[in-house]
Protein backbone atom coordinates (compact mmCIF):
# COMPACT_ATOMS: atom_id res chain seq x y z
CA UNK A 1 0.00 0.00 0.00
CA UNK A 2 1.23 3.62 -0.91
CA UNK A 3 1.32 6.07 2.07
CA UNK A 4 -1.44 8.50 2.29
CA UNK A 5 -0.88 11.65 0.38
CA UNK A 6 -0.45 14.88 2.14
CA UNK A 7 -1.02 18.81 1.26
CA UNK A 8 1.88 19.87 -1.09
CA UNK A 9 2.32 16.56 -3.04
CA UNK A 10 1.90 16.42 -7.03
CA UNK A 11 -1.13 14.79 -8.02
CA UNK A 12 -0.71 10.99 -9.26
CA UNK A 13 -0.90 10.56 -12.83
CA UNK A 14 -3.84 8.89 -13.49
CA UNK A 15 -5.67 7.79 -16.89
CA UNK A 16 -9.10 6.25 -16.86
CA UNK A 17 -12.35 5.36 -18.27
CA UNK A 18 -15.30 7.30 -17.30
CA UNK A 19 -19.13 7.77 -17.96
CA UNK A 20 -19.79 7.90 -21.65
CA UNK A 21 -17.45 5.94 -22.96
CA UNK A 22 -15.20 8.88 -22.48
CA UNK A 23 -11.56 8.96 -21.09
CA UNK A 24 -10.24 11.29 -17.80
CA UNK A 25 -6.85 11.97 -17.19
CA UNK A 26 -4.67 14.23 -14.94
CA UNK A 27 -3.45 15.68 -17.95
CA UNK A 28 -6.83 16.49 -18.79
CA UNK A 29 -7.39 18.94 -15.40
CA UNK A 30 -3.67 20.55 -15.07
CA UNK A 31 -3.94 24.25 -15.59
CA UNK A 32 -7.06 24.28 -14.01
CA UNK A 33 -7.87 23.51 -9.43
CA UNK A 34 -9.37 20.48 -9.51
CA UNK A 35 -11.51 18.14 -6.99
CA UNK A 36 -11.26 14.66 -6.89
CA UNK A 37 -13.52 12.84 -4.85
CA UNK A 38 -13.61 8.96 -3.90
CA UNK A 39 -16.61 7.72 -3.39
CA UNK A 40 -17.17 3.37 -2.51
CA UNK A 41 -20.18 2.32 -4.92
CA UNK A 42 -22.69 3.78 -7.10
CA UNK A 43 -26.26 4.53 -6.26
CA UNK A 44 -25.63 4.01 -2.82
CA UNK A 45 -27.52 6.35 -0.24
CA UNK A 46 -24.04 8.36 0.90
CA UNK A 47 -22.51 8.08 -2.47
CA UNK A 48 -25.95 9.47 -4.13
CA UNK A 49 -25.42 12.34 -1.63
CA UNK A 50 -22.38 13.19 -2.40
CA UNK A 51 -22.64 13.49 -6.22
CA UNK A 52 -26.12 15.00 -6.03
CA UNK A 53 -24.56 17.97 -4.04
CA UNK A 54 -21.40 18.20 -6.24
CA UNK A 55 -23.75 18.19 -9.08
CA UNK A 56 -25.74 21.09 -7.36
CA UNK A 57 -23.08 23.03 -7.16
CA UNK A 58 -21.18 22.23 -10.81
CA UNK A 59 -22.09 25.80 -11.72
CA UNK A 60 -20.08 28.07 -8.77
CA UNK A 61 -16.77 25.39 -9.28
CA UNK A 62 -16.80 26.50 -12.54
CA UNK A 63 -16.76 29.59 -11.61
CA UNK A 64 -13.62 29.12 -9.19
CA UNK A 65 -12.23 27.59 -12.38
CA UNK A 66 -12.38 24.02 -10.94
CA UNK A 67 -13.17 20.60 -12.16
CA UNK A 68 -15.31 18.16 -10.00
CA UNK A 69 -14.02 13.84 -10.89
CA UNK A 70 -15.37 11.55 -9.01
CA UNK A 71 -13.62 8.16 -8.61
CA UNK A 72 -14.71 4.65 -7.45
CA UNK A 73 -14.45 0.78 -8.41
CA UNK A 74 -17.37 0.52 -10.21
CA UNK A 75 -16.90 -0.07 -14.01
CA UNK A 76 -18.30 3.05 -16.40
CA UNK A 77 -21.42 1.18 -17.81
CA UNK A 78 -22.60 1.20 -14.15
CA UNK A 79 -21.50 5.19 -14.01
CA UNK A 80 -23.69 5.55 -16.99
CA UNK A 81 -26.84 4.37 -15.23
CA UNK A 82 -26.05 6.04 -11.90
CA UNK A 83 -25.64 9.40 -13.89
CA UNK A 84 -29.09 9.04 -15.82
CA UNK A 85 -30.73 7.67 -12.93
CA UNK A 86 -30.24 10.85 -11.05
CA UNK A 87 -29.23 13.35 -13.21
CA UNK A 88 -25.86 13.87 -12.15
CA UNK A 89 -23.79 16.13 -13.72
CA UNK A 90 -20.05 15.18 -12.40
CA UNK A 91 -17.42 13.53 -14.57
CA UNK A 92 -17.03 9.82 -13.11
CA UNK A 93 -14.06 7.62 -13.51
CA UNK A 94 -13.36 4.37 -13.36
CA UNK A 95 -10.86 2.47 -11.20
CA UNK A 96 -11.36 -1.29 -11.10
CA UNK A 97 -8.33 -2.02 -11.38
CA UNK A 98 -7.49 -0.13 -8.56
CA UNK A 99 -4.43 1.47 -9.48
CA UNK A 100 -5.56 5.31 -8.84
CA UNK A 101 -7.34 4.27 -5.56
CA UNK A 102 -3.73 2.63 -4.68
CA UNK A 103 -1.83 5.94 -5.88
CA UNK A 104 -4.00 8.20 -3.47
CA UNK A 105 -3.99 6.39 -0.35
CA UNK A 106 -7.57 5.63 -0.38
CA UNK A 107 -7.49 1.84 -1.11
CA UNK A 108 -7.68 0.88 2.86
CA UNK A 109 -8.24 -2.32 5.22
CA UNK A 110 -11.95 -1.57 7.05
CA UNK A 111 -13.56 -3.69 9.68
CA UNK A 112 -16.86 -3.69 10.37
CA UNK A 113 -19.07 -6.14 12.87
CA UNK A 114 -15.32 -8.03 13.41
CA UNK A 115 -14.80 -8.58 9.83
CA UNK A 116 -11.74 -7.15 7.82
CA UNK A 117 -11.48 -6.08 4.69
CA UNK A 118 -10.64 -3.36 2.09
CA UNK A 119 -12.53 -1.23 0.03
CA UNK A 120 -12.74 2.67 -0.56
CA UNK A 121 -12.29 5.32 2.11
CA UNK A 122 -14.13 8.27 1.25
CA UNK A 123 -11.97 11.19 0.60
CA UNK A 124 -11.80 14.15 -1.64
CA UNK A 125 -8.84 15.97 -2.35
CA UNK A 126 -7.95 19.85 -3.73
CA UNK A 127 -5.41 19.74 -6.66
CA UNK A 128 -3.85 23.14 -7.43
CA UNK A 129 -3.17 24.39 -11.20
CA UNK A 130 0.05 23.48 -10.84
CA UNK A 131 -1.40 19.88 -10.18
CA UNK A 132 -0.32 19.77 -6.65
CA UNK A 133 -2.45 18.52 -3.51
CA UNK A 134 -3.79 21.66 -1.72
CA UNK A 135 -5.79 19.96 0.66
CA UNK A 136 -7.09 16.42 1.39
CA UNK A 137 -10.56 15.38 3.26
CA UNK A 138 -10.51 12.28 4.77
CA UNK A 139 -13.40 9.69 6.10
CA UNK A 140 -15.47 12.44 4.45
CA UNK A 141 -19.06 13.01 6.24
CA UNK A 142 -21.57 14.37 3.12
CA UNK A 143 -23.59 16.65 4.77
CA UNK A 144 -21.72 20.03 3.91
CA UNK A 145 -19.05 18.11 2.09
CA UNK A 146 -19.01 19.68 -1.38
CA UNK A 147 -19.97 23.10 0.53
CA UNK A 148 -16.74 23.02 2.27
CA UNK A 149 -15.25 21.39 -0.87
CA UNK A 150 -16.02 24.80 -2.49
CA UNK A 151 -15.49 27.23 -0.30
CA UNK A 152 -11.87 25.83 -0.47
CA UNK A 153 -11.61 25.86 -4.05
CA UNK A 154 -12.69 29.73 -4.02
CA UNK A 155 -10.07 30.59 -2.04
CA UNK A 156 -7.16 28.78 -3.60
CA UNK A 157 -5.27 30.68 -5.93
Known sequence: ???????????PEFNLDSAGSARISSDDIKGHKAVIYFYP??????CTKEAIAFTQLKA????????VVGISADPSQ?????????????ILGSDPELDTLKAFGVWVQKAMYGRKYFGIERSTFLIDSNGNIARVWRK???AGHA???????????
Request: charged fraction near 40%.
Open 140 to 142: VRV
Open 147 to 157: EDVLKAAETLK
Open 1 to 11: MNSPLESGQPM
Open 60 to 67: AFEAADTK
Open 41 to 46: KDDTPG
Open 78 to 90: KHDKFIEKHDLDV
